[in-house]
Every structure is written in C-alpha cells, then in structure tokens.
C-alpha cells in the first residue's frame, strides 16, 4: 500500500474514497488504493492473494463485477486496474506498480 507522503502527493477525493470502499467490502484482505491522476483518469491497485495462480483475465474476472457496481462516471474514468499479488508488488514485477508509486506528472 502507498505511504501517506506518496498519497499527499495524488489527488484523492470522494469518488477515489468510493473506488476504495466498494473494493474493500468484496476484498477485505486486500490492500487497495486509487487515486485521481488528472480530470479523467482514475488509478486504481489491488494487491491480494487470492490472484496467486491467476492470470489477469481470470483476475479481472474476479474485480470488474466489482468495478461495475460504480457510478458510471466513475468508471468511464477507471484507466489503470492493476491486480497483483503481494509478491509480484514486492518483487517489482510490473512497471505499471512502478508508475502506481512514482507518478509521472499529468499533462492535462
């Protein structure tokens, strides 16, 4: 999960907060966070176990049932779902977690 000083530094308001809870109640285990990266686009990552052994069509399988439960605005934003293990986040296996934690700045 992102440190509060990296979250300080993403745009995080009701509609990331409502991301989050809806994925929490279905993942409870999981350690998920969004965060607004500029006016229409909403990053999201779910690190959690029960992905071991899935391919990402078999996780995405799990979590957009999930997504689809949202606003539709909300989810017209969504452009990042990362789904990875604890251990393909520790072991840095996606450069998509690396731009998760480190940013770039939006252009928009």
Known sequence: MATKAKLLNRKVGADTRLVEQVLRKDFPDAA???????????????????????????????????????????????TILLLLTPTEHRNKESMLDLEFEHPTRSRL
């Open 32 to 78: 998920v966070d969004a965060y607004r990266y500029n006016s229409v686009s909403i990053r999201v990552r779910i690190l959690d176990t029960a992905f071991e052994g899935k391919n990402r069509v078999q996780r995405e399988s799990l979590v957009l049932p999930v997504i689809r439960r949202l606003p539709q605005e909300i989810q017209d934003d969504i």
